[in-house]
C-alpha cells in the first residue's frame, strides 16, 4: 500500500508522516519546504519525496503521481500569519481536495481509493444539520467573511460531501475535525464523535496533534475503522477532557 501525504512537512502532517512509517507503509509525500522533516522521516527507505505544490503541478503529473496510492492525505492548512490567511492562495484546502480527488477519478482503479482530509471543529457537518447556537451563528457568520482560512475549510468539507458523496464509485472518504490542536509528546486517549459535543467558538476541547495523526494512521490500517467513519466527518477529542 503506497499513501500520498500532502502538507506533510505541517505540524501535524509530519506526525502523520512518522505514525505511517513506523506502521510499515509505503509513502509519498508533498512538501514545499523539507526542512521541518524529522531525520527519521527525511532518511526512511519506504518514503518518495516529491518538492512541489499540489496546486502547482498539471492534473496530468497529479494522476500519474496518484497512480499506484490506495490512499491519499491531505493536511494542507493556511499559515496563522496576515500573509498566510489572506494572501493567495485562499482557498488551498478546498482546490487541492478537488484537484487530488478528480487525480484518482481519472485513474480509474479497480479498487476504491481512501481520501482523508484534516478540517476543523468549527466546520459543521450539512449533512447531519448540526444545530449551533444563534451566537455562535453570528460569530461563524463573521468569520466565514472576513478569515478565508474558515471559508476554505467548510468548502473542502462541503466539496467532498456534495460532489463526491457517500457512495462514489472510485473513492472513499472521511474529514477529520479535530477542536484546538496542542502539542503533546505521547499519544493519549481519545474520543471520537459524529458532531460537536462542545462549542467550537465559546466551549473549544483540545486535540493533540499526534492524537489526530494515530487516528488518521489507524483509519489507514483498520479497515473496521475506516468502514464506520467513511462517508463522515468525526470529531476527535482528548480524553482528559
Known sequence: MTVLVVGA??????????????????LKIMVRNNSNL??????????TLINASVLALSDNQLTDLVKDCSAVISCLGHNLTLHGMFAAPRALVTDATAKLCRAIIRNQ????????LMNSSGVRNQ???????NAEKAVLFTLRHLLPPHRDN????AYLNSQIGANHPLVEWVCVRPDSLINQPLRSHYSLHPSPLRSAI????????????????????????????RGKMPILYDNQQ
Open 154 to 157: 467548510e468548502q473542502a468539507a
Open 202 to 229: 465559546f466551549d473549544a476541547g483540545s486535540s493533540s496533534r499526534i492524537n489526530v495523526a494515530c487516528f488518521m494512521r489507524d483509519l489507514i490500517c483498520e479497515d473496521r475503522l475506516w468502514h464506520e467513519w
Open 38 to 47: 524529522s531525520t527519521y522521516a527525511w532518511t526512511h527507505p519506504q518514503l
Open 109 to 116: 482503479r479497480e479498487t476504491k481509493v481512501k481520501f482523508i
Open 127 to 133: 449533512q447531519l444539520n448540526e444545530q449551533v447556537s
Open 9 to 26: 512537512s505541517g505540524a501535524t502532517g509530519r506526525l502523520v508522516v512518522e505514525q505511517l512509517l513506523k506502521s510499515g507503509k509505503r
